[in-house]
């Protein structure tokens, strides 16, 4: 059998959200690999780069051309016998580099059992049957709205701007304040159902406005956010000041004016990531992306239910109904990541404080290594895994090596790597960065058993 180390040419995609020309990590990581259909034009916004097995843009072995999809299915060694079977011969996850100019759609991914029934009934819209858990990774820094915020917040906001309180409606939104009043964070059970249901019926509510009342009351909102500054919003909520809630709300109209999601950000968390701070995503839950580059790893789906902030095709009745409805603080969706053990650094990367650090989701389909080593010479010795990876390098130049197999491994190259592959990475520069997407199903619960 050849090694199982193959160097992809992964494709990208254009979408009118992506970075402009070189701004953009995904078409700089992009052209690094020689392609005859793609060179960066200065003047075309790149999104995203897609490493995997999705047929809506599958990666190829570069020197046969073949997909690597037909790959694996003909050799399942290359994914294991039992990831093969468990993922019907397709690679379980989607790794991408997103590079983002103004906001995606505000959105959530359905479970499994949605999806089915989702593709069933409109494959157009949705093109798969797969759910899509994700794990985003900041590699420049990021901002976005992820989860609902925690339910005083909201309050405080139907409280504090006025245009938000006559959007939604004054019985509406008595209604919400009322509902959760001494309970915002109680963790009972039948309080929890309770809280929930007032959460969808006030979000709804939002969501079912008609787009004449949208943007007269957004005129209002983007008048008050450039007059108050630090004032707006009642000086904001304890997790963000009113500046910046002023700042973000003239941001984002001035990308998609008088938008139902100028509204929706005073339910949802707003979040900064640094590079390297990372959250997760289950299927359901609502977020939209904003600004900055990110490494995203998801479950094989392409499914995407939106509802504001695109002029794609949107789907309210089905987002709102989908949606689990928890609400918690941001910091409970960021993740922490963790030494990953089954590394071997040489003492050249020890004593320059080299790291290989894991994002490790509470799903089967993947988790992530970023490895940083931070001299000439420095060396990372992957213990062999049950289970098929694949490796971008974000920064730097070395060398990866699967057995007597050794290529060269710089920013923007992409490497598939087989099951039992032991894997050696090996730094030429200061400051070579990879991140590897792999799945192992040992001691891995399926995502699916906790949806609904």
Known sequence: MQVPLMRLQCGVNS????????????????SATPSDDFTIQEDKPYAELWMGTHPSLPSKDLE?????????????????????ERFEGKLPFLFKVLSIRKALSIQAHPNKKLAEQLHSKDPKNYPDDNHKPEMTIAITPF????????????????????SLRKLIGESAAKEFQESIKGHETSDAKQDLEKNKKALQNAFSALMKCEKSDVVGAAKGLVASAEREGESFAGNGGPSNGGKELADLIVRLNSQFEGDVGLFVLFFLNYVKLEVGEAMFLKADDIHAYLSGDIIECMASSDNVVRAGFTPKFQDIPTLTTMLTYSYAPISEQKMTPTDYPYVTLNSTAYSSAS?????DPPIEEFSVVKTE???????????AIE?????????????????????????GFVYFVGATANLVLESETEDFITFKAFCELQGKESSEKNET
């Open 15 to 30: 979408y009118e959200w992506g970075k402009v020309g070189k701004e953009s990590a995904a078409a700089r990581f992009a």
């Open 64 to 84: 046969t051309q073949r997909s690597l999809l037909d790959m694996v299915q003909d050799n399942q060694a290359l994914m294991s016998t039992k990831i093969g």
């Open 143 to 162: 901002d976005g709205l992820c989860g609902f915020r925690p339910l005083a917040e909201i309050s405080h906001f139907l409280s504090c701007v006025p």
């Open 355 to 359: 790291s290989a650090i894991l994002y």
């Open 373 to 383: 080593l931070k001299k000439e010479g420095a060396k990372a010795t992957f213990e």
């Open 387 to 411: 289970g098929p990876s694949i490796v971008l390098c974000t920064n730097g130049k070395g060398k990866i090596s699967v057995g007597p197999k050794t290529e060269e491994l710089k920013e």
